[in-house]
């Protein structure tokens, strides 16, 4: 089975190492499914004493690996879930995720074109609470990237509640 994941890789099939999908593969997401996000807004805030700097807007998504995008073979045993979501002259993304559950062995990353990544993320996020605000990677595309063995993948729970589109 190994041997035929290695072979897979070098014949443009997924990429594998250690018998698991490599995650962040620029191929793997040529055909992923795309949501695209309005652009940052123009006019920034001055900062205020006593306040949070505000660095992103908050765009509502309301939908995870059940609504958006499909499942699609990610080498032997495996499968991957992968969204792309780019803002035209965004300075970073981020986004929020509730519920946020995976399955023993799955994995959630967070890429961007130009190599950035965040990950693995697992089971219940680090905090343990079924919630994730993820990091703001730059630029303004990221890709989202849920790997996760074939049995497994009915029991992945990742929502997007937010996305947020730095304009710092």
């Known amino acids: ?59 509502p998504i309301g939908g995870g690996v059940k609504d958006i995008g499909v499942w699609k073979p990610a080498g032997p045993g495996w499968s991957a879930w992968r969204l792309k979501l780019s803002s035209d002259g965004a300075k970073s993304l981020s986004v929020r995720l509730q519920p946020f559950d995976l399955p023993s062995g799955s994995e959630l990353w967070l890429c961007t074109p130009d190599g950035a990544r965040q990950g693995p993320y697992s089971r219940k996020g680090p905090a343990k609470t079924a919630r994730l605000q993820t990091p703001a990677l730059p630029g303004g595309e990221l890709w989202l990237e849920v790997l996760a063995p074939v049995e497994a993948t009915s029991g992945v729970q990742v929502r997007i509640v937010d996305a947020y589109v730095g304009f710092r």
Not at 2 to 22: D, H, I, S, T, Y
Request: charged share 15%; with cysteine.
């Open 1 to 59: 089975m190994l041997a035929a994941a290695m072979l897979a890789g070098c014949a443009g099939g997924p990429p594998m190492k250690n018998g698991k999908p490599v995650p962040c593969v620029a191929r793997s997401f040529v055909a992923a499914s795309s949501l695209p996000l309005p652009p940052p807004r123009s006019e920034i805030p001055p900062a205020r004493k006593g306040r949070a700097l505000e660095m992103a807007d908050a765009v």
